[in-house]
Nanobody, 117 residues
Framework: QVQLVESGGGLVQPGGSLRLSCAAS??????????MGWYRQTPGKQRELVAS???????NYADSVKGRFTISRDNAKRTVHLQMNSLKPEDTAVYYC?????????WGQGTQVTVSS
């Protein structure tokens, strides 16, 4: 069973920064083949992809966060991070960590990010 635990959310002013972290309890063999991602969701809207990263380090970002957010992973520690800079009120959401392999996907419980003055 895979468990994902997010941390690092909170309240920040517009223009500020936050760093989200996700620790995976997955076995090394699973983590070593998984695509890791961060998604976000606001009330009444579908969950959307924010950023993803492959084992080899290839990244993909939503257009709305390009140039402001950076995703990274540490395969040895089985962690993935999302550095969020120049935050905007529209970045306010619950952020979810995601681990995806060919046969299934796992989700964390989510961490709230609120950008407000």
């Amino acid at each position: 069973q895979v468990q994902l635990v997010e941390s690092g959310g909170g309240l920040v002013q517009p223009g500020g920064s936050l760093r989200l972290s996700c620790a995976a309890s997955a076995s090394g063999s699973i983590f070593s083949i998984a695509v890791m991602g961060w998604y976000r969701q606001t009330p009444g809207k579908q969950r959307e992809l924010v950023a993803s990263i492959t084992v080899g380090g290839t990244t993909n970002y939503a257009d709305s966060v390009k140039g402001r957010f950076t995703i990274s992973r540490d395969n040895a520690k089985r962690t993935v991070h999302l550095q969020m800079n120049s935050l905007k009120p529209e970045d306010t959401a619950v952020y979810y960590c995601n681990l995806k392999v060919t046969w299934t996907a796992y989700w964390g419980q989510g961490t709230q990010v609120t950008v407000s003055s």
